[in-house]
């Protein structure tokens, strides 16, 4: 029998990270759920290992470079190799600042995080997909950065989004033809703490169309923004 598939979820000891590694571990998968510190990244794994779930606690900041190289080195030494990575890590921060007024140091933390955060898990992680032919990675992005929607809402949050799409279309097009698909996904707005209480959404909705990019078959589209499992602008 084949091995399961490994993945790895950033920002996955709450919210819709949290979900994403209960539904991935429901379908078959291995899961690392990552978290900036590792009591909480084991606090939620437990969780999920009490319903039988076959998930891992381990630590990653993605804002501090040090937590991803270790991560990396650890992730070498206990499996095959990463196979799908949901980059869901996000702050939202100066959410009601016009863009004027947003401090500097608010849009550097949030494209730390947000932006160079992704990227840098991706830099890490992508290479052993296309050695091994094989890679899902899912950036978990919102319509606030739509440019044909872009207004004021949330300007460093809603920027970094739209940076994060970017990142997407240039992953896909540097990893064509390897068997990695790369693809963004907004989840709508769901009940969080980052959504709030009044979200229309569950996190179960929210997961879905990002749980269903990161277990595409071989010919899946790679490239593209989807929300509820269907192309959205840019
Ligand atoms: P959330 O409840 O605020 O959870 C955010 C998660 O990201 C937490 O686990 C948090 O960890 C983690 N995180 C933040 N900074 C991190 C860092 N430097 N390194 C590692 N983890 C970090 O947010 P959510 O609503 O679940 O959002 C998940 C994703 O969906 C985000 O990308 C968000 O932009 C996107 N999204 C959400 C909505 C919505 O309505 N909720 C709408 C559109 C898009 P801590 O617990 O340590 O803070």
């Not at 920002?11 to 759920?33: H, S, W």
């Not at 009490?50 to 991560?71: K, N, Y």
């Not at 240039?170 to 709030?196: D, E, F, H, Y």
Request: aromatic residues 6%; hydrophobic residues 45%.
């Amino acid at each position: 029998m084949a091995e399961p598939r490994v993945a790895l979820v950033t920002g996955g000891n709450r919210g819709i990270g949290f979900e994403v590694c209960r539904q991935l571990a429901k379908r078959g998968l291995r899961v690392v759920l990552t978290a900036r510190t590792l009591p909480k990244a084991e606090s939620a794994a437990r969780t999920l290992q009490a319903d039988g779930l076959a998930v891992v606690g381990a630590r990653l900041d993605v804002a501090d470079g040090t937590t991803v190289a270790a991560l990396a080195r650890n992730v070498a030494k206990q499996f095959r190799g990463i196979d799908v990575l949901v980059n869901n890590a996000a702050i939202l921060l100066a959410e009601n600042q016009d863009l004027l007024d947003t401090a500097i140091d608010d849009f550097r933390s949030t494209f730390e995080t947000n932006v160079l955060g992704a990227i840098g898990v991706s830099q890490a992680f992508v290479p052993g997909m296309i050695a091994q032919r094989y890679g899902r990675v899912v950036n978990v992005s919102s319509r606030a950065g739509q440019l044909v929607t872009m207004s004021t809402y949330a300007p460093a949050y809603s920027i970094s989004k739209t940076a994060l799409n970017a990142f997407t279309r240039q992953l896909a097009a540097a990893t064509k033809g390897t068997g990695v698909l790369v693809n963004s996904a907004c989840p709508g707005w769901v009940r969080t703490r980052m959504g709030g209480p009044h979200a229309p959404r569950s996190v179960e909705e929210g997961a879905d169309t990002l749980v269903w990019l990161a277990t595409l078959p071989t010919n899946g589209p790679t490239g593209g923004f989807f929300e509820d499992r269907q192309p959205i602008e840019w």
